[in-house]
């Protein structure tokens, strides 16, 4: 057991390439994190109820409006319990990128396959599913997405 923990430690480290999640939506259509290749992504493990995430969110969504047509996607995974909680704070906080859910809170795959144990959590992987920052926030993210675009 300890072993496989090290190996998702390894994979969802800065270097790492990430693991695929497949999830539904509100709608319960599967969105899988691979088809966002080609795009520099921002994999947000969330809560309604946390709130952190729940301040962060004015952020990404300037991010995700200002740079959703350079190339930038989000892929937003709800870690929780209730889901008119969930679609309640989606609609208020305008997380209009993609966004999927477990009602399983920590107990889900995605959380388990990327080492996710307390939120807010973030990946932003390059074009290739190449970890490139992990658990960086509010003006830290939004300068380090904004360097990358300033680049390319």
């Known amino acids: 057991r300890l072993k496989e923990k090290?190996?998702?430690?390894?994979?969802?480290?800065?270097?790492?390439?990430?693991?695929?999640?497949k999830m539904r939506d509100e709608n319960g259509k599967e969105i899988s994190l691979n088809d966002l290749k080609g795009k520099y992504t921002?994999?947000?493990?969330?809560?309604?109820?946390c709130g952190p995430c729940r301040r962060e969110s004015a952020i990404l969504a300037k991010l995700y409006t200002d740079l959703k047509d350079d190339g930038f996607e989000i892929y937003g995974v709800a870690l929780e319990s209730d889901l008119q909680l969930w679609k309640n704070a989606k609609s208020l906080d305008k997380r209009i990128w993609p966004n999927v859910v477990s009602l399983k809170e920590f107990e889900t795959e995605a959380a388990y396959d990327?080492?996710?144990?307390?939120?807010?959590?973030?990946?932003?992987?390059?074009?290739?599913?190449?970890?490139?920052?992990?658990?960086?926030?509010?003006?830290?993210?939004?300068?380090?997405?904004?360097?990358?675009?300033?680049?390319?």
């Open 42 to 49: 921002l994999i947000d493990f969330w809560g309604s109820w």
């Open 114 to 152: 990327y080492a996710v144990t307390a939120l807010p959590a973030n990946f932003l992987i390059d074009k290739d599913g190449k970890v490139i920052a992990k658990d960086i926030h509010d003006e830290e993210l939004d300068a380090k997405i904004r360097d990358l675009f300033s680049k390319d």
């Open 6 to 21: 090290l190996e998702v430690i390894k994979q969802t480290a800065i270097g790492g390439t990430v693991p695929d999640i």
